[in-house]
Each structure stands twice: as C-alpha cells, then as structure tokens.
Nanobody, 126 residues
Framework: QVQLVESGGGLVQAGGSLRLSCAAS????????MGWFRQAPGKEREFVSA????????TYADSVKGRFTISRDNAKNTVYLEMNSLKPEDTAVYYC???????????????????WGQGTQVTVSS
C-alpha cells in the first residue's frame, strides 16, 4: 500500500501562484510514476501532469503547459506541483496519484493509477 497526502491548496487571485505537495509513505518503492489530476464541480477528473520517480521524465496537459511544473524529491518521497499564472479555470480539487505498473509512456488516464490522495482544493478568483 502507498499512502498519499496532498497539501498546499488554497485561494489565490488570478495570475498568482501556488505550490502543491504530495507526500508518499508506505511501500513507496513500488510506485513508478506520480501524477497530478484535478476535478472541477460537475466535470470529470482530468490529467494535469506526471513524473517518473527514477528518471524525472515529465509530461503535462496542454492546458497547463508552460505554467505548471512538476518535480520530485526522492529523498523525501514527495512530489510537487508548482502552479504559476493561475486562471479561474484552474479552480478544482487537485489529486495526487501513484502508479505501480511498469509504464512505457507516462500514463495519462486516471484508471492507470493505483493509489490516490484525498485531494486539496485550489480556488482561483478573477
């Protein structure tokens, strides 16, 4: 089992920044990829970004490319999501997820991830 705890959400004005953290514990060595997803009210959960623990290889949704940066600290078993130039449409609950399968390409679908955090609310006011 892998436990994930997100933090860092909050209320910010448009154009502002936030940094989300996801601390992993438990059988962290079993996870291969970490991802961030978000879900706005009435919408499906959507992919935001992912990173591979070993290589640090990353991928981003087009909607956040150039504004968000994912990173990891292997020593702390923590993944971060630096969010800049935030827009009201970024408002959502943000979830951290861990995938244990030996992925070739970084996975984009929520069904490809095995463990999830409880989520942290990000609200961007206009």
């Amino acid at each position: 089992q892998v436990q994930l705890v997100e933090s860092g959400g909050g209320l910010v004005q448009a154009g502002g920044s936030l940094r989300l953290s996801c601390a992993a514990s438990g059988r962290t060595f079993s996870s291969n990829v970490m991802g961030w997803f978000r879900q706005a009210p009435g919408k499906e959960r959507e992919f935001v970004s992912a990173i591979r623990w070993t290589s640090g290889k990353t991928t981003y949704a087009d909607s956040v490319k150039g504004r968000f940066t994912i990173s990891r600290d292997n020593a702390k078993n923590t993944v971060y999501l630096e969010m800049n130039s935030l827009k009201p449409e970024d408002t959502a609950v943000y979830y951290c997820a861990a995938g244990i399968r030996p992925f070739g390409l970084l996975p984009l679908g929520p069904n490809e991830y095995d463990y999830w955090g409880q989520g942290t609310q990000v609200t961007v006011s206009s």
